[in-house]
DNA sequence: AATGAATGAGGGTTCATTCAT
DNA sequence: GATGAATGAACCCTCATTCAT
């Protein structure tokens, strides 16, 4: 039996005064953690709730059910790399006018986006494809979203004249995707070495066996 | 007393290892559907059962526990498909000797095994990633194998002068390997009009996307 | 919002700790008489949990298994026993200075003990016993503790002069301990009218019966 | 997969030849090493019939169940038990003439009995006796017998006036009982170095230690 | 008589969720 | 709001027994 314990009364009194927006925000970090490493059947509700630090109710205040955790982390990982594919470059930049150099700077944000983040990376590629049908609608967002990403930029590009007119866009897009997400993943999950990765130059290379494939060859 | 026969003995016993292999066969077939669609947690022995028609304990019979049936199964995929990718074609023919026919051939052949087995696509691709670090080893395997492919392809590739000498051999398998395995869940799982896939003229257009990217530009 | 007050909180704390302890060793209490009457493998966590008016899985909560429950008993009852077992005379009365009666208190105390508490009998002599390597640790401490008396005070009595000196001490504290075992398992389980018995008198013929036969006769 | 084994067809040729009552004895050996170093629950068909080297249903068709074997296993133990209690010394030899020397001829054989089985030791005093109600009734039987053997030589001492009149029959029965049954259990079971014991020594030692307790010092 | 695959009742344990304090 | 003891549905697995061959 557990003696009593002045700390954790004193944490009581402390984690009050942190605003409630705080204590979800704890929550959910440290149930990212937790899923991404373990996965989702293999972590319980009572290993959050010990890593946050409250009570196993307190889960319940913020949160309807486990399920709802998963959701709201899949969620705010959608919302935060929205975010990043909505930055544009400056109207005046290069990267503006140009598809390829724009095509790069998308790419090199998301990938910095996931490689500073490999529990979203985790979640994402992992964790969130084997729960089934309840999380594939959730999944398959983000799936459409990465493809609408490629597909528009592919369709200016032939409209631009820059891309193979005969290219199968939806194929294409598929690969793209493909193969982005398996970069990120393997730059930034399983690499050992995550110190030796150079992300631009990586990029560059990406872009440039997509390019060179896929784009006109100028004569 | 009936004479012991010899021959009766062996022939029940013929028959019995028949039935057996057969009976394992049958309980594997439906695990695999039910992984398939709905995941490992959510798939329960029972289910598992009900749907071979024998009883709860029969399954415990012909695997140590439900472990082992997906494990079992992990394994039979890979066997099944380093078989495929065994195959060579003829001697005479051109696949053999142009590095990207070859290429095409093995490619082709992988995406019709798969395309033909949504079920193990399913499997692989989102039921075993996510079930945390036992089934990894697993995976990885697969990953290997895969990524072998590329590897060798691609430094053969290298040597006759075909391919870019400057080429990231590490980020181009993976690139052609996230992009594959991505085209092969997008036409064999998520698409549902699976009669309309011309799996021909998918893998030219697979093969023309790299190709064209990571082969010198013939002057 | 009420402002937070230590004093209730450490109240609620110490009430809590108060009721489990007291949840605890209802548990204890009612699977104490079902092991000691059905035995351990008769005896299911759904009668344990029935018999003491919870749920299955508050059985959990104070127990990691049906073993932990069993092996708490046991303990329990060596602790209870020992402290039975530690108590001495009076410094001054006869029978701390005559080997004799210093042995008949001890044994009468610890005939009493069992004799009070015939489930505790039933766990270790009959229940504990068959339970295999697991269990024959925790017995055989037991037994340790019981041929530990009957050693010292053989020992001390071949010093005193009071016990034959050809005695072979290790028999002796086996036949000691097996006649008391017996003795407390058959006056205090199987007996019948359990009224009749004069733990006393009981007591005086044990002591007697071996005293007249190990014992030096006085010339 | 088992491939196809002759040896087990010869086996089963062969076996053929044994009596049913050779493989009933067999089975009932195997049985009763398992259950005396793994009780009762800890030993399944399974093991006995591994061990046996027969078939899983072959068990059922010499025994009713696996209770069936236990019971039967402890009703061979009394019957050879009482075989052995059952001897008498010569109608002229010292034993049979004087009390101590009957007594120790008696304890003797049942010594020497349990010793040269030491699973039967097992059997009896740890495995059977925490069973429940079941068996309670069959090794009660033994109890009796055993006692109904002490009783009556202590009345027949007391008769013969070799016994202390005073003598409370009842308690002296359990009491050397009891150290009958620890004697045998720490010498035949417990004890490791088994050449050691000298069983002539011991039975000498533990009729002294109980005769001149109970018998009447001769003047 | 011998076999061993099939059976399924029944057990222990887990864990998300609730609710009185 | 915060707590954590209590809950009980649900799951995996064991194993004695049966029965067709």
């Known amino acids: 039996m557990e003696s009593l314990n002045f700390q954790s009364v004193l944490k009581l009194r402390i984690t009050t005064i942190l605003e409630a927006e705080q204590r979800k925000k704890q929550i959910l970090n440290c149930a990212k953690k937790l899923f991404a490493s373990r996965g989702y059947y293999q ?17 319940y205040q913020y949160f309807k059910n ?6 709201t982390l899949l969620e705010n990982l959608f919302v935060e790399w929205k975010c990043v594919l909505s930055k544009i470059p400056d109207n005046n930049s290069e990267s503006y006018k140009d598809g390829i150099k724009f ?12 490689a500073n983040d490999p529990d979203y990376c985790n979640i994402l590629l992992k964790i969130g494809l084997g729960l089934g049908e309840n999380y594939d609608k959730i999944i398959s967002r983000f799936d459409k979203q990465v493809i609408e990403l490629e597909n528009n930029y592919l369709l200016a590009g032939i409209k631009l004249n820059r891309i193979k007119p005969q290219t199968d866009v939806e194929l294409a897009s598929n690969l793209i995707g493909g193969a982005f997400m398996r970069m990120i993943y393997y730059y930034g999950v399983t690499k050992k070495n995550r110190e030796d990765i150079d992300i631009d ?10 390019s060179f494939g896929i784009f006109i060859e100028k004569s």
């Open 43 to 59: 972590t319980q509700i009572s290993d959050i709730q010990k890593a946050a630090g409250v009570a196993r109710g307190t889960i």
């Open 66 to 71: 486990k399920d709802d955790i998963f959701t």
């Open 103 to 114: 095509f790069r700077y998308k790419i090199k944000n998301s990938f910095e986006f996931f």
């Open 201 to 210: 130059q990586l990029t560059d290379k990406f872009v440039d066996a997509y």
